[in-house]
């Protein structure tokens, strides 16, 4: 008795479905349903070795009623003998014997049964919906009796689901399907699928589990982001102050070596003279500009959980920048306040381009997953990650802070062409304020004199409302000071 799953297609910013949970206790979910190779069934699974096993695999399955048709025939069987009644010991031991011949039966009973389970979709935000599929084939030459099928589900999902199969022909196929749903960010396995046999009587009942599992990955939730400006960015591809080259697909400054397909007319006679073999010419090619979105993971600063925490908020509000930044054409990394980097070091740390913006969204959304409170204290890894290099743009979501964790965010303004601070105050989250409290407006007068573009947070704000209201406050500085802006998303 196997199960087996296959994923369903995400969204197409999402890209490829999440990895299994590792360590939930069972093996990684095949490619499609399968059977063993062998006769397997649900009287093989888990049953101990030897006779003796067997028995006791037998007995503890028996339900209340075949108990009491057994205790009811041991207690006729011992009256029938102390007042010598031949009648009432037939009837004891066929009370007696009921149950254990269903017991053994249904234990005997060798079925093949496949299973597979399909979630649709396997990768959502939090607080939709995703339906899981589960099919049971029966491959055995047999068909089955009544049975229960019930998936194990993480108690934040929901119930868990039971249904009840009547009879499976010979070759047929049963479908069923429920919902799960979370609020709260996560990976969550789902199964194994469990399987319980009863016999036509009632009197006993067997349970046996298969072996794999899928994972449904919750995500934060996404809001869709306007476009607005601020001064020092420019859009993904042009003339905005800080660049990079675009890696994939596109060409260096270098020549080098003819490739089949290559225009003859950008062979560099010069470097083929030079090198003994024909080099075509690179032409100079569109820039990507990079934006960092810093999220602030310290659990001293932020108050609350759940869903409408304010830990949550910048967590949604980090996931909707790093996809509108990348839908609108930037490389983008997103970078909390350990200095842990994704995606990493490869592609110098950035990631979005043309044919991989999917895949990035993906692993971005996998990433914020799962990621929880960090036990830092300072914000000086993350500016250590920064001054390495020119960011471009720079988006933080800050929760509480001091002078000093302060003073080294106003430092990271100078290696980034604009940056814009989301700052959520506790005291306005614990006490549903409005208004930034004075050592919240002392943060922001701080950040605001270094260049940011700074704004507290209202609990229950929406993330594009902020965004706009990010837009209006840096138009306002840069008139002030006789500035242009320029578009940055």
Not at 32 to 51: D, I, Q, Y
Not at 68 to 82: E, H, K, P, R
Not at 247 to 264: K, N, S, T
Not at 305 to 318: C, H, I, K, L, N
Request: aromatic share 6%.
């Amino acid at each position: 008795m196997t199960e087996a799953s296959s994923p369903s297609a995400a969204p197409p910013w999402v890209g490829a479905p999440p990895t299994p949970v590792q360590g939930s206790g069972g093996a990684p979910p095949a490619s499609g349903p399968h059977t063993p190779p062998g006769p397997a069934g649900p009287g093989e699974a888990g049953a101990s070795g030897g006779t003796g096993g067997a028995l006791r695999v037998a007995l503890a399955g028996l339900t209340t009623r075949g108990r009491s048709f057994l205790a009811a025939g041991i207690a006729a069987a011992v009256c029938a003998y102390l007042l010598g009644q031949s009648d009432l010991l037939r009837v004891g031991l066929l009370l007696a014997a009921l149950p254990l011949i269903c017991a053994l039966v249904l234990y005997r009973t060798r079925y093949r049964v496949a299973s597979s389970r399909r979630l649709s979709p396997a990768r959502v935000p939090a607080g939709a919906e995703s339906r899981v599929h589960l099919s049971v084939d029966n491959v055995s030459r047999l068909p089955t009796g009544l049975l229960m099928l019930q998936d194990r589900v993480p108690y934040v999902l929901g119930p868990r689901p039971r249904f009840v199969l009547d009879r499976v022909e010979s070759g047929g196929r049963r479908e069923v399907s429920y919902r799960v749903r979370s609020d709260l960010r996560g990976r969550y396995p789902l199964g194994p699928l469990q399987l319980r046999l009863t016999d036509p009587f009632g009197m006993c009942e067997l349970t046996r589990s298969f072996l794999t599992y899928d994972t449904l990955t919750v995500v934060p939730r996404v809001e869709p982001l306007p476009p607005v400006r601020l001064t020092g960015a420019a859009l993904g591809y042009g003339d905005g102050r800080q660049r990079s080259l675009a890696l994939a697909g596109e060409d260096d400054v270098i020549p080098r070596g003819y490739r089949h397909g290559d225009d003859l007319r950008r062979v560099h006679w010069r470097s083929t003279a030079r090198y003994g073999e024909l080099m075509v010419r690179r032409e100079e090619q569109p820039q990507r500009a990079r934006c960092t979105v810093l999220l602030d993971t310290r659990a001293i600063g932020f108050e609350g959980a759940g869903p409408g925490s304010a830990f949550e908020w910048a967590v949604s509000g980090t996931a909707s920048a790093l996809v509108h930044m990348l839908e609108r054409g930037f490389s983008v990394r997103l970078l909390t306040d350990t200095g842990a980097s994704v995606p990493g070091e490869g592609s110098d740390g950035f990631a979005g381009t043309s044919q991989e913006s999917a895949d990035a969204a993906g692993l971005l959304m996998d990433t914020l997953a799962v990621l929880d409170h960090s036990d830092g204290t300072g914000l000086s890894a993350a500016y250590d990650v920064l001054r390495t290099g020119a960011e471009g743009l720079l988006v933080a979501y800050l929760g509480d802070m001091d002078e000093g964790q302060a003073t080294v965010v106003a430092s990271m303004r100078r290696r980034s062409g604009a940056a814009v601070a989301f700052l959520l105050d506790p005291a306005m989250w614990s006490g549903g304020s409005a208004v930034p409290s004075p050592g919240c407006e002392d943060r922001l007068r701080q950040l605001r004199e270094a260049g940011w573009t700074a704004i507290a947070v209202p609990p229950g704000a929406g993330v594009a409302r902020m965004w706009r209201e990010a837009d209006r406050l840096r138009a306002s500085e840069s008139a002030a000071a006789g500035k242009v802006t320029g578009g940055w998303s």
